[in-house]
């Protein structure tokens, strides 16, 4: 169907026309046709989206100036209102609130030496009497350090690009002092491993500090030899050995490790480094976990590998 | 009531940390304060659980000299509890700053307006 | 022990206030180490050491360390795009 190049019937035939300049809609209307203009090409578009920019624009500047004070009242009123709950609450550091009265407490800290071995009753509590969250915990670690490699783990191609973005270049005062402080986190980090189960620590923080070493080390010589003990394989490896082990040994106290039947692993003496039955153990293969997953961590978002 | 909240002071700093947190998530645009933010929220939360389980005047449930009395340690359980949220809120950190850099090196930029400018915009040219 | 407790205790909300109203990002994070130590000062008179000295070696070590490294890294992604300056700029803004 052939169209009257001179009649426009579709309204957005005009409102082309219009944008580009050839005729006003006013003077359209009145059944005049200008000739082309074209010093005025889009000049009628540009009027009408500079004046709509601008209204946008306001109503955004308004609506920022207005943002942070709601936030600030939004928190002031969180404020306020938890603060009528704290003051509902029971006093603290009280005796006699329905926290500290519980049946569980008197249980953990009365019989917490005899059954479990462990001055630490923490130490106790998060990996015997508990001990299944605390496996729950170390998977936690362990999908987070698979996510992060999911999203971060580079191609083979890539690789060469991302050696120049490493954190220091031969830094000498750097490299001198990781050397003396190495050993030294390394020793304290295994003290606090070996030692959760008469003081503080245990399997988290000792895994950490010992992570944190090894980091020391990553930053100052550029992975250097560190590369070759821990890659890939080896934590695919060390992980793994260390939630089976784990899982294994916890399976085992659950079927015979209470109530008087006959196991392998006993309390011992209090006090005593091999002592408390399965926490030395639990605490070793946790420590692994989160030390290796620490510096995958680290090695993961510097160099996009293991 | 002053009396009251003088009293539990801790339980009002963690309360009042947590509502800081929560300005920090709503004022600040860019990616990595937000996520500074939420670690200020989950510390400020692991202080009142474990502020819950102080008693005044009992020590560190680490048995000493064996002496097994329930009236002399203070509540081992917030503890326990607040030792996995710690590790917990380590790994959710890793997981969120991974997420940061894939985001920064597709888009470009942390702020999160613009960040959502350029995603609708891609979804308007494929639809 | 009560006016260390109540200095303390003002430092952990100055510290939040400053990382959320910090306009530099690496000033917000350093800010940021300082609170976790602060906090983990705060378990050690709460009786809970196993906190402390987690909080100390995660908190204000390995978290740490992570935002470091992601600001480094992005500061290397943003040179790789060759507008430094305005970036710099933009970044202050943010």
Known sequence: ?306 | MTQILWNSRILCVAVILFAIGFVTLLLNRNLLKKVIGLNIMDTASYLFLTSLGYINGRTAPIIIDGVIEPERYVNPLPAGLVLTGIVVSVSVTAVMLSLTLRLYKRYHTLNIDEIYRQVHLEQEEEA | MNIIELVLLGLLIICGIATCVSRNLMVSLIIFMAYSVVMSIIWGFLEAPDLAITEAAVGAGISSILLFITLKKIHDMRKEDGHEAESEEKEQLL
């Open chain 1, 1 to 306: 169907m052939k169209q009257n190049p001179k009649k426009k019937n579709s309204f957005f035939e005009h409102l082309r026309e219009w944008d580009e300049g050839n005729f006003d809609l006013t003077e359209a209307a009145m059944g005049e046709l200008h000739p082309p203009r074209p010093e005025r090409k889009h000049q009628n578009m540009d009027w009408v989206h500079h004046h709509l920019v601008r209204m946008e624009a306001r109503e955004v500047s308004f609506f920022e100036h207005l943002y942070p004070f709601m936030a600030v009242i939004l928190a002031a009123a969180m404020i306020l209102f938890l603060l009528v709950v704290v003051s509902e609450m029971p006093a603290f550091g009280r005796a006699d609130t329905p926290t500290n009265t519980s049946v569980v407490i008197k249980r953990y800290i009365g019989n917490g030496l005899e059954e479990t071995g462990a001055v630490n009753i923490v130490a106790g509590v998060i990996l015997d009497y508990r001990a299944f969250d605390t496996l729950g915990e170390s998977h936690v670690l362990f999908t987070a350090a698979i996510a992060v490699f999911i999203l971060l783990l580079q191609e083979h191609d890539e690789k060469e690009k991302q050696q120049d973005l490493r954190i220091l270049k031969n830094d000498l005062i750097l490299r001198k002092t990781a050397t003396v402080l190495l050993p030294l986190i390394i020793m304290f980090g295994v003290y606090v491993i070996l030692c959760g189960h008469l003081g503080p620590g245990g399997g988290f923080s000792g895994g950490a500090i010992i992570g944190g070493g090894l980091i020391l080390y990553s930053m100052a010589f550029n992975t250097g030899n560190l590369g070759r003990v821990i890659n890939m394989r080896s934590y695919r490896i060390i992980v793994l050995c260390a939630l089976l082990s784990y899982s294994i040994l916890k399976c085992y106290s659950f079927f015979c490790g209470a109530n008087g039947l006959h196991t392998i692993f006993t309390t011992g003496t209090p006090g005593a480094i091999f002592s408390a039955g399965l926490i030395l153990p639990l605490n070793t293969a946790v420590g692994l976990v989160v030390a290796c997953t620490m510096y995958g961590f680290y090695s993961i978002f510097t160099k996009g590998r293991i």
